[in-house]
């Protein structure tokens, strides 16, 4: 008899541990996630402060003399 219930008592621990388990990773991971994408989301804003590679417009007063070919 005495196997009987420690049989129920390893199961019981084991369904109680299940939920225990999903319940804690359903709380405890959105706010992990969140917390390490805004961690990874400031460390990309840092390192891009060299995005200037867009087309340059350059003013000039008076056009230059063209060669034969048409360069500059």
Known sequence: ???KKE???NIGLYVFGSLALAVGA???MP???D???DQLDNNVQQ???ED???PEIVRREKPEKED???EL
């Open 52 to 54: 200037d590679w867009g």
């Open 7 to 9: 049989k129920k008592k």
């Open 31 to 33: 706010k992990v996630i």
């Open 26 to 28: 359903m709380i405890v």
């Open 47 to 49: 390192k891009n402060d």
């Open 1 to 3: 008899m005495g196997k």
């Open 68 to 70: 034969k070919d048409g």
């Open 35 to 37: 917390f390490v994408a």
